[in-house]
């Protein structure tokens, strides 16, 4: 969060709190209006139901504990590659990432459960000054891949990322589970293929 802040606004903020004692709520004030919450606001986008599921925009920071047997099990899934490395998420690295408005945090239902998600990093391409998108996470249960769900839930996905001005996304596929088909069957470009090795 290393944002340089005008000498006139860090004035005006300490004149503001002139003589009080420096408590955690006048530092936190401080720290909020420093640095304003500029996550996106989940109910900008209304849920969509698909075959029993629940698509939608959830913010990280309300679903972190929930969230973490799903990583767990995405790592465990995904990413063999890495059996050298344990899974150690930074989730206040995320968090921190979602208040700058530079996360956005997908989620599928089930009868209230989670069962899947989709999480994808924002930001503005410094080759094209374009919003785009990167993903970071596409993960549903085995028992609820069948079907168009996944397709379901990715097109749910690119619909608010559409919405929000996003003009490109960046997506992969690992060799475990070829989610490059399905991103074929959606339009988008094999352009790279990505190599890997541990030190």
Sequence with gaps: MARM??????CTLLAQHAGQALTREVAVDLINA??????IDPARFAPV????????VERFRDIETEIHALHAMHW???ERY??????????EGFKEKERDGGLIQFTARADGALVGNIRMYLFRSM?????????????????????????RFWQHMENVLRALGV????????????????????????????????L
Aim: hydrophobic share 40%; charged share 25%; proline share 2%.
């Design 5 to 10: 802040i005008g000498r006139e606004l860090f």
């Design 34 to 39: 420093i640095f304003p919450d500029r996550s």
């Design 127 to 151: 080759h094209t000054q374009q919003l785009a998108a990167k993903e970071d996470t596409f993960f549903l249960l085995a028992a609820h891949r069948s079907g168009f769900t996944a397709i």
């Design 82 to 91: 890495r059996d050298a490395m344990a899974m150690v998420p930074d989730y």
């Design 167 to 198: 003009k490109e996304i960046t997506t992969d596929s690992k060799v475990t589970n070829k989610v490059g088909r399905l991103n074929e069957y959606l339009g988008y470009a094999h352009v790279a293929d990505v190599y890997h090795k541990l």
């Design 49 to 56: 139901e698909y075959r029993g599921l629940v698509f939608q």
């Design 76 to 78: 465990a899934e995904t």
